[in-house]
């Protein structure tokens, strides 16, 4: 029997209930068996009890014996209760009670997990919310199923709230199943060698899974490779995980995928890493957060012989990327396309080389830490040695974002004085001020605001004092003053601020982070002891376990914004994006050449996103504003006329043509604008262009998106036709055929026209079939794409009545969304925009004529922002309204004047759950419907089609005609404005200029035009 199943007799027998968790079925009734209520008294502890009858044994849910439940000596936050299932057990829900028959229980509570009574682990909800919800009374049973479950043998409740008119009372219940699992443990020295039969590696979907917990920031977890040169890696890099899949013994961008997930992962709790490859990808996990990767069709197998785990220094080919280092920590689970290598490990399989001091059970070192989580948090220790007055050392680990707070402060003997270890620009310092004296200040170390633990030792000792920062790995500073730097008593973290200790004083920022390993005089502090009260004395300290959190993992600053952090917020720089906001959502550009022209804009090169907030990213496209319409124009490679002479050995020639936007901008330019054309031009002489004189087909272009579509028609003639414009028109130079070029004349002909039919959009190659003949002269020409229309600017709807409204599905924007439209009305109120679910809500109205009012609730309580304007808004001219809603604020901004904005919570929800219908125009309720029109409505960055649903909705007219009233001054120099359905126009007649807006001279268009002509 192996060492495993030694320390857990009998947990093999429920047979169906372990295959069942090993295979981690999902089946919520399967997994929900009592956990608490057969346990003996010896499997509780507690913070305290408030008597005999009080304790905590008598916590078991819907029990009446002793005191009908445990209470605590006092009611205070410092107060838990612990209960120890016997094994590591995956729990899927828990139960609160208050104390039988009395006025004591609980209104809200932590909840603690841990594997081995210490380094406790909170559990978070989604959105990060870590309170629970108690009782509201004491014999009411309240369960929560928890949203993602959790393995673990010990279970502690931790008090937030109670009765006020009682006491903390408590009784509880753990709801779950068996845990099956097979760990393996490394020392930093061991490893274990598999060589993979080819069994091994035939699978239709390939795939690597397993958890792991280790202390250390780096270390290699496994590492394979094969015959081809295929290696794939998992390695903690700085507590993040690195996955890496490499080609070869060279690293270089081609050869190398890696992609890195993951944050604080050396927390000694277990991770959950899984890598599903496919074909042409692979989804990597690491706990709930996935990344989808794209490979290439060279990484298409692995096609793996061996594997190292624990180790990267085995297989002679490769090397790890950074740290180095083999892995210390345990691994449970490990298994690849199917097979569990942990086990094969623990039968002596001959495939299995065993490499050092391997043992099958979680070997891991006890390490306490402490958080300090506010403005309030400090630990004060007295120094147990009598020989204080001879110097000190002490010493401590920590852990943080912030670059600035407290470590260690103490009051110098002998008149006075203090001293102060204290982070500044994430710099370690320490002054001293000694009355008389100059003051002394020492600084050492750098980035210490990075998250990972590091190291602090302060000596003094003979008039020497010293500071070092991460060991030998790290910097030191050292002085000699001429007194003695050293104390009775130090106080970490910050001061009392309860006026106890009238000695300390902080004149620095506090300390919010996590310390361990504290040693004062190269003892190390117990700080179970201080826990208990036994030593020295805290608060508003969470002793035993470490409550840091990577608030930028993941990463919620969008379009590329970089994120950084403190303790207790995160920070998006978008000045390398062309999008703003608190995490960089809203795109900074216009989405059109048309947007910009009603910005008063003329012609010239601007930005364009075409999708607002959404993944495509911006674009330099020319705007042509010198006509009726406004052109968007993309170039590509060869606009040129471009001549073709018989080239020998050549039957055809051929162009491929790639253009300045990439593929997702031309679709969504394309898809969003009313009308599209390219000019194709074909100059022959004694070359055919289409067809042969037995009607082969000689030429052809491709066109369309992606690869595109063959194509046989040309310039000004119909899809599918083999035509050209000249057939159509009925002119051709030669009825019998369908091209002028066809004719095969001596004389120069050509067959130019264009091209509409967007789906065939844009010309991406042209192939030319008769260039081959002596004598044989062509040139041809594929113009730029040019689209005008955007059909978003003015898709409206108008809504007569208070009572109309349009749905559509709901508005799925659970991190963040963005809001636009306008809207021109005669009333003095109404709602634009309302989207319900169960608590969570938004909606966007007009709450008086000259404010509008942004309106929504998370799961936080209501938030609020409103724009109040110093004009009437109710004077039917178009008005427009930009509201944005993310985890860290909301905001709304009204036409041009400045914008309002709301803190949402830092620890508060964080996701928007809707499930109704989004109403625009009105509300679920049919009150406060809105009166007037709204047009350009787009909801992150999609337009909805407005005037579509008001062609079937009863109450609502599709468009809303009127726009002279708002853009009649663009209209310059006598220039008069001209409504049109769908837009408007400005009529030059009266006016000596020309343009779009009546703002340019006649002869500066006329030099324009001959130019144009000229160089056509």
């Not at 624990?310 to 950074?322: A, E, H, N, Y």
């Not at 500071?467 to 730097?485: L, N, Q, R």
């Not at 917020?569 to 989405?591: P, W």
Request: net charge neutral; charged share 20%.
């Amino acid at each position: 029997m192996d060492v495993w199943s030694k320390k857990l007799p009998g947990i093999i027998t429920q047979v169906a209930l372990i295959l069942f968790s090993s295979c981690g079925v999902t089946g919520g009734e399967v997994c929900h068996s009592p956990l608490v209520s057969n346990l003996l008294p010896s499997s509780f502890r507690s913070s305290s009890q408030l008597s005999g009858s009080h304790g905590p044994g008598f916590a078991k849910l819907n029990r009446r014996e002793g005191a009908g439940g445990w209470s605590p000596l006092s009611s205070d936050r410092y107060q838990w209760l612990e209960v120890d299932l016997g094994l590591r057990t995956e729990i899927a829900a828990v139960a609160t009670q208050g104390r039988y028959g009395s006025s004591d229980w609980l209104t809200a509570y932590l909840l603690m997990f841990s594997d081995t009574g210490h380094n406790w682990k909170q559990y978070r909800q989604e959105d990060n919310i870590g309170a629970f919800p108690g009782n509201t009374n004491a014999d009411s049973v309240v369960q929560h199923k928890l949203q993602h479950r959790v393995t673990a043998r010990y279970v502690r409740l931790i008090p937030l709230d109670w009765n006020r008119n009682g006491r903390i009372g408590l009784r509880l219940e753990t709801y779950g199943c068996p845990y099956n699992s097979d760990v393996v443990s490394f020392d930093g020295h061991s490893s274990l060698l598999y060589r993979l039969s080819p069994r091994l590696r035939q699978m239709f979907r390939e795939s690597v899974s397993l958890k792991f917990k280790t202390l250390r920031n780096s270390g290699t977890l496994l590492h394979a490779e094969g015959r081809n040169e295929h290696s794939l890696t998992l390695e903690l890099e700085r507590g993040k995980l690195l996955f890496i899949l490499r080609k070869g013994q060279v690293s270089s961008p081609d050869s190398q995928h890696l992609v890195s997930l993951g944050s604080l992962l050396d927390d000694q709790h277990w991770h959950h890493v899984a890598v599903e490859h496919h074909s042409d990808h692979l989804n990597f996990t690491v706990d709930k957060n996935t990344v989808w990767l794209q490979i290439p069709a060279s990484f298409s197998h692995w096609n793996h012989d061996q594997m190292i785990v624990g180790s990267d220094r085995v297989l002679s080919s490769w090397r790890s990327v950074g740290s180095n280092r083999n892995f210390c920590g345990c691994l449970e689970n490990i298994i690849y396309n199917g097979v569990n290598l942990v086990d094969l490990a623990k039968q002596r399989d001959q495939r299995v080389t065993v490499k050092g001091n391997v043992t099958f059970s979680c070997v891991e070192p006890i390490f306490v830490a402490m958080t300090f989580t506010g403005p309030q948090s400090f630990l004060w220790l007295p120094r147990v040695t009598e020989a204080w007055t001879m110097g000190m050392t002490v010493g401590l680990q920590f852990r943080t974002w912030n670059k600035a707070g407290l470590l260690l402060t103490f009051e110098l003997p002998h008149q006075g004085g203090a001293a102060w270890l204290y982070l500044s620009k994430a710099v370690v310092y320490l002054q001293i001020h000694k009355p008389g004296r100059a003051p002394l200040e020492l600084n050492t170390g750098s980035a210490l605001n990075d998250g990972q633990w590091h190291s602090v030792l302060l000596i003094s000792r003979r008039g020497h004092l010293t500071i070092s920062v991460d060991g030998d790995e790290g910097t030191t500073a050292h002085a000699s003053p001429a007194f003695d730097v050293t104390s009775a008593q130090l106080v970490f973290g910050g001061c009392p601020t309860d006026g106890s200790s009238q000695e300390c004083m902080n004149p620095f920022k506090v300390f919010q982070g996590c310390m361990r390993l504290l040693t004062v005089d190269h003892q190390q502090v117990d700080l179970i002891k201080v826990q208990q009260r036994l030593i020295g004395n805290y608060s508003h300290l969470l002793i035993d376990m470490c409550g840091i959190i990577d608030r930028c993992s993941p990463n919620h600053c969008e379009h590329g914004g970089s994120c950084s952090q403190s303790w207790s917020t995160f920070h998006c720089n978008c000045s390398s994006t062309s999008y703003s906001g608190a995490t960089c959502h809203s795109s900074i550009y216009e989405q059109s050449c048309e947007a910009y022209k009603h910005k008063g804009k003329t012609s010239g090169y601007y930005y364009i996103d075409v999708d607002g907030s959404g993944p495509i990213g911006p674009q330099l496209i020319y705007c042509n504003m010198t006509e009726d319409k406004t052109w968007m124009v993309i170039q590509h490679n060869n606009t040129e006329l471009t001549r073709v002479r018989p080239s020998q050995g050549k039957t055809q020639h051929s162009a491929h043509f790639e253009y300045a936007s990439e593929e997702k901008q031309l679709a969504a330019i394309i898809s969003q604008s009313e009308h599209c054309e390219q000019e194709l031009t074909y100059h022959c002489r004694k070359s055919r262009l289409l067809h042969t004189p037995d009607g082969s087909l000689l030429s052809w272009w491709v066109g369309g998106l992606g690869e595109g579509q063959i194509q046989t028609y040309w310039g000004g003639a119909p899809p599918g036709s083999q035509q050209c414009a000249c057939s159509l028109q009925e002119n051709c130079v030669d009825p019998r055929h369908h091209c002028n070029c066809d004719a095969d004349h001596m004389d120069w002909a050509n067959d130019s026209g264009l091209l509409t039919h967007k789906e065939n959009l844009p010309v991406r190659a042209l192939v030319l079939g008769d260039v081959q003949r002596p004598g044989s002269e062509t040139a041809y020409r594929v113009g730029p794409l040019r689209c005008h229309g955007d059909k978003n600017v003015w898709n409206a709807a108008f809504f007569d009545k208070e009572t109309s409204y349009l749905h559509f599905p709901t508005f799925h924007a659970e991190l963040s969304a963005d809001i636009s439209f306008l809207f021109k009305t005669t009333s003095s109120s109404g709602v634009f925009l309302e989207n319900l679910g169960i608590k969570d809500f938004i909606r966007i109205e007009m709450s008086s004529s000259t404010e509008v009012l942004f309106s929504l609730d998370v799961g936080n309580g209501p938030l609020e922002v409103t724009v109040k304007a110093d004009f009437p808004l109710n004077d039917n001219r178009w008005h427009h309204i930009r509201a944005e809603r993310n985890i860290k604020e909301v905001s709304l901004r009204l036409d041009e004047l400045p914008g309002a904005s709301q803190k949402a919570p830092a620890d508060g929800h964080i996701h928007l759950q809707l499930n109704s219908q989004l109403f625009i125009g009105g509300t679920a309720s049919r009150q406060k419907g809105f009166r007037g029109c709204i047009r350009a409505l787009q909801l992150n960055g999609v337009t909805l089609d407005l005037e579509e649903r008001a062609k079937i909705t009863p109450g609502v007219q599709a468009g809303c005609p009127g726009h002279c009233s708002s853009y009649g001054s663009l209209c310059q120099n006598q220039g008069l404005c001209v409504e049109r359905p769908n837009s408007f126009s400005c009529d030059c007649g009266s006016s000596a200029y020309t343009g779009a807006f009546c703002d340019r001279g006649a002869d500066t268009l006329s030099s324009a035009s001959h130019q144009y002509l000229r160089l056509s």
